[in-house]
T-cell receptor, first 114, second 114 residues
Framework: NAGVMQNPRHLVRRRGQEARLRCSPM?????VYWYRQLPEEGLKFMVY????????ESGMPKERFSAEFPKEGPSILRIQQVVRGDSAAYFC????????????FGPGTRLLVL | AQSVTQPDIHITVSEGASLELRCNYS??????LFWYVQSPGQGLQLLLK??????LVQGIKGFEAEFKRSQSSFNLRKPSVHWSDAAEYFC????????????FGAGTRLTVKP
């Protein structure tokens, strides 16, 4: 029973490029959450999605960031025109629809913007 | 909006000694309370959570936490620390309905001396 999977685990981009981070939730989980962890800080909530719906994007930067969770396939966090300040660890979590409070985290994608 | 404070950025204890990590939260009602552990380069693993019932919660790896409403605290304890407990520990508070109001503390880094 595989846990939450994220890929790539490490991603290096130059300023201005696009970053795509993928998250496959645990089997049977229909809710996905994205968090960002800056160095020496805790996790900051970004966005909460169900299949084909964005439920809560209150933590998403207004520009350059978008997320989707299509009917088929993984959830994608997309960062356009990356800047150095986007360098962080991005974690995905998933939960069953009946228990939003039980979030299982993936290993994270560490993004480095040069 | 809820918030979480972990007053100790870094704690060092000797192997076999007892451990207490502090967590204070701010929230209008009784929230969900969590402790997560993060090993270097890894995702977060849930140690324990509390929402209602017995205020002393048992978790995995021998950890426990006590909810004290009067002090708005949810401190994590372990009677005897093992070298493998060295990691970053995050307290989180959450409310889950339409939105995902999950807030994490900045973390406490635990070092274990031999």
């Amino acid at each position: 029973n595989a846990g939450v999977m994220q890929n790539p685990r490490h991603l290096v981009r130059r300023r201005g490029q696009e970053a795509r981070l993928r998250c496959s939730p645990m089997k049977g989980h229909s809710h996905v959450y994205w968090y960002r962890q800056l160095p020496e800080e805790g996790l900051k909530f970004m966005v909460y999605l169900q299949k084909e719906n964005i439920i809560d994007e209150s933590g998403m930067p207004k520009e350059r960031f978008s997320a989707e969770f299509p009917k088929e396939g993984p959830s994608i966090l997309r960062i356009q025109q990356v800047v150095r300040g986007d360098s962080a660890a991005y974690f995905c979590a998933s939960s069953p629809w009946t228990a939003q409070e039980t979030q299982y985290f993936g290993p994270g994608t560490r993004l480095l913007v040069l | 909006a809820q918030s979480v404070t972990q007053p100790d950025i870094h704690i060092t204890v000797s192997e076999g000694a007892s451990l207490e990590l502090r967590c204070n939260y701010s929230y209008g009602a009784t929230p969900y309370l969590f402790w997560y552990v993060q090993s270097p380069g890894q995702g977060l693993q849930l140690l324990l959570k509390y929402f209602s019932g017995d205020t002393l919660v048992q978790g995995i790896k021998g950890f426990e936490a006590e909810f004290k409403r009067s002090q708005s605290s949810f401190n994590l304890r372990k009677p005897s620390v093992h070298w493998s407990d060295a990691a970053e520990y995050f307290c989180a508070v959450g409310a889950f309905s339409q939105n995902n109001d999950m807030r994490f503390g900045a973390g406490t880094r635990l070092t274990v001396k031999p």
